[in-house]
């Protein structure tokens, strides 16, 4: 490789992106991950004209809180593009911030990006349309889960069988891996969203208490748990929201078994998503997973008793990888960096 090509290459600034529905996170050639912000956008219209106001962390402080002018617009929904300009806008913010505007010895980099494995080509397509017109000059596809197990450290180059779960904002993917592919996959649409969702309804329901999506993420993060404390009750938090009979703003106390009920049924989905995948695995690769056992990635992971769940529905051990928010990342940058998973890389 000559000095000019050299040179070419470390300045392109090939970037590897996990374009999540709860978040963006970008990984950069070299440097590892250099951004990891909320995938939202702020839109303003003036006059009848739109403009970008904020994006990731600055316009997630704004969602359930803008006047008519200001839209916070989350532009993917399910793990796939729900509003192609807006996810377009966003994408391209996030390669300037990671660039620092920098323009000297610069050429539109390379860019990986993961998508969930149950996406169809239609949706792929907006995917790569959105990254090329944001300045990508090549953009590789990567499926979630194969992402997630090369980020998670598991042997996927190997004649090995061995299983991940990747529950994330819009989708949890669940797929058996073996020599550098995907022997079976399964996705749920399920995650992160539609516990928040299962959150808002239950306090809804039971409390005629209205609570906005970022009050139900915080109460999620800090006493989510998927299957009921011993005493029934554990820790308690105090949700202010709006009451629906009386009209006016209210504060009331719930505690982790009301949680726990509110999040069986989305937890209920996914371990019903492991156990379609066990039932469809060869029996010699099932015969690994009984050995290595099940990894568990991305954000849905952090819920509080995930993994005994699933552990106690299946009989296999279950494990949480070390970093599962930036997994999918860290596994999406090593495709990129390192040649021995570029098998796993597709172009369309």
Avoid at 64 to 80: E, H, M, N, W
Avoid at 126 to 143: K, M, Y
Avoid at 315 to 330: E, K, M, Q
Wanted: include cysteine; charged fraction near 20%.
């Amino acid at each position: 490789m000559s000095f000019f090509s050299k040179l070419f290459r470390f300045s392109s600034h090939d970037m590897a992106i996990d374009l999540g529905t709860a978040n963006t996170v970008v990984y950069l050639r070299g440097r590892g991950i250099v951004l990891n912000e909320p995938s939202v956008v702020a839109v303003e219209t003036l006059n009848g004209v739109k403009r970008v106001k904020a994006v990731g962390d600055d316009a997630k402080l704004m969602m359930g809180k803008t006047p008519d002018s200001i839209q916070a617009i989350r532009p993917l929904r399910d793990g796939v593009i729900a509003d192609i300009d807006v996810a377009e806008q966003m994408i391209k913010h996030f390669i300037h911030k990671v660039h620092g505007g920098q323009r000297r010895f610069f050429r539109w980099p390379q860019i990986v990006i993961c998508v969930p494995s149950g996406s169809t080509s239609v949706e792929r397509r907006a995917i790569r349309d959105a990254a090329s017109n944001a300045g990508a000059s090549q953009v590789w596809l990567i499926e979630e889960p194969m992402a997630a197990a090369i980020g998670a450290d598991m042997p996927v180059t190997e004649p090995i069988g061995s299983m991940v779960v990747d529950i994330g904002g819009g989708t949890t993917e669940v797929a058996v891996l073996s020599l550098r592919g995907l022997a079976y996959t399964t996705s749920v649409r399920v995650g992160g969203d539609k516990m928040d969702e299962a959150i808002v309804s239950y306090v809804r329901r039971n409390h005629n208490l209205l609570i906005g999506d970022s009050t139900a993420e915080r109460i999620k993060q800090e006493v989510g748990v998927a299957k009921p404390p011993p005493d029934g009750i554990g820790l308690t938090i105090h949700v202010k929201g709006r009451d629906l009979v009386n009209g006016v703003p209210k504060e009331i106390q719930i505690n982790q078994g009301q949680i726990a009920e509110a999040l069986s049924e989305p937890v209920g989905q996914i371990v019903e998503g492991v156990r379609i995948a066990l039932e469809n695995t060869a029996p010699e690769l099932a015969a690994d997973i009984v050995d290595q056992g099940i990894v568990l990635t991305g954000g849905g992971a952090l819920l509080k008793g995930i993994d005994e769940v699933l552990r106690d529905e299946t009989g296999l051990p279950v494990t949480i990888a070390d970093d599962p928010l930036i997994c999918v990342a860290l596994g999406t940058g090593r495709a990129l960096e390192d040649p021995v998973f570029r098998g796993v890389l597709h172009s369309a």
